[in-house]
């Protein structure tokens, strides 16, 4: 409640009230122009530095890695780029300070900091609780590496083989051959 509060009564009012000083010290339509132009800038930032967020995002799956870091450049590029999108100059700062890669990979380290430590002690306390559930509080289930451990089956275990079905030539296809559709299944 107290952020929502900040957000919607306490920003817009700040952002009046330095528009209304600005308007005073250098004159009404040199601070439209400078709102303008931020506003562009924003758009063209906005624009710029998204692409560059999705081309990491889309380089980490690529590499079969988890984008945690891409993921968060380009939610602090959104709201940086609204931020720059809407009138006012404290929102436009912290809408730059949000678009600029520096200050973004500071912001970003802060926040991973902050959210990781919440994250490792909820992950690990409530990983052992489960485990402990499921097996029941005293016992302890031998792990498959050890001697006389049974191989685990789980109802969601699938034993099968595959192949490769690709157009571009998997084993038994020659270029441009159809592969044979798969059998379906009967009613």
Do not use: C, K
């Not at 409640?1 to 308007?23: D, N, R, S, T």
């Not at 692409?51 to 980490?60: D, G, T, V």
């Amino acid at each position: 409640m107290p952020l929502l509060v900040l957000l919607f009564i306490v920003v817009p009012i700040a952002e009046l009230y330095v528009i209304i000083q600005v308007g005073q010290w250098i004159g009404v339509l040199p601070t439209l122009a400078i709102l303008l132009a931020d506003a562009l800038l924003g758009s063209w930032l906005l624009r710029h530095q998204g692409l560059a967020a999705w081309r990491r995002f889309n380089a980490a799956i690529d590499e079969r890695r988890f984008p945690g870091r891409e993921v968060a450049d380009g939610v602090m590029v959104v709201v940086g780029g609204t931020l720059l999108l809407t009138p006012g100059f404290i929102t436009d700062i912290a809408g730059l300070l949000l678009l600029i890669p520096p200050t973004r990979a500071l912001i970003r380290r802060t926040m991973f900091g902050l959210i990781g430590r919440r994250f490792r002690l909820a992950g690990s306390a409530a990983g052992w609780g489960y485990e402990r559930m499921r097996r029941g509080a005293g016992s302890r289930r031998p792990r498959p590496s050890e001697p006389g451990a049974a191989p685990t089956n789980r109802p969601y275990d699938v034993e099968g083989t595959a192949h490769d079905v690709s157009p571009e030539g998997g084993p038994g296809l020659e270029r441009g051959d159809e592969p044979e559709p798969p059998p379906r299944p009967r009613p």
